[in-house]
């Protein structure tokens, strides 16, 4: 089971687009653009639970309006066959990998090499996924209740999972913008842009 709402691709850094990964620091549960070997990043960070919060709210808030529920579900009416989208995205995420240690491991390739292919190999992926995405959720939201309380009281029962799966569902990205002079462990809102589906 997952811990974090938002992380696996939903929230990206708004300086360089990479996907921000959940991890608690100094007892605090956030999202950070962070450095690794494999994935190197530029060091955005936001706390996670003010985020949460307000993507929470927004998506409540839009799955109580009718028209915005019927557009969703108009929008994610599967189609016949997506054999090869699931072919692509095996092939480009393995691609990705074997990038990563052509740069990291083997030195046959330059930084400027793996981050250029790296960019188009990442934005196929993420075009990809979103497409499995749409087409995966016809039944997940014939099951949704109508109406933002019941909408409330669904995601109160449920798992961070299932509330994952909601989000992914309604949202296309939660893009984080720079820190403002309020700081890391309050939010202004205007650091957050939704990406909404429909």
């Known amino acids: 089971p ?3 709402l938002l992380s696996g691709g939903v929230i990206r850094c708004g300086r360089c687009n990479r996907p921000m990964r959940g991890h608690a620091r100094k007892g605090r549960a956030r999202y950070g653009c962070e450095s ?5 990043g530029c060091g955005r960070a936001v706390m996670a639970k003010p985020v949460d919060d307000l993507v929470t709210e927004a998506v409540i808030a839009a799955l109580d309006s009718r028209a915005f529920a019927d557009a969703l579900r108009t929008r994610s009416r ?3 066959d997506h054999s090869a989208d699931l072919t692509q995205l095996r092939d480009d995420e393995a691609a990705l990998e074997q990038l990563a240690q052509d740069h990291y491991i083997e030195r046959i390739i330059s930084r400027a ?3 250029a292919a790296r960019s188009g ?3 196929r992926i993420a075009s990809t996924r979103g497409r499995l995405a749409r087409r995966s959720t016809t039944p997940f939201l014939a099951d949704l209740p109508s109406g933002g309380e019941a909408v409330r009281a ?7 999972d299932w509330r994952r799966r909601l989000v992914a569902v309604v949202l296309e990205a939660v893009i984080i913008g720079p820190e403002t002079m309020r700081g890391r462990h309050t939010l202004d809102p205007s650091r957050v842009q939704l990406i909404w589906r429909v």
């Not at 690794?36 to 190197?40: A, L, T, V």
């Not at 669904?154 to 961070?160: E, N």
């Open 36 to 40: 690794d070997p494999m994935h190197p």
């Open 78 to 80: 599967p189609e016949a």
């Open 154 to 160: 669904a995601w109160r029962a449920h798992s961070v």
């Open 2 to 4: 997952h811990t974090y």
């Open 121 to 123: 190999l990442e934005e």
């Open 113 to 115: 090499e793996y981050l």
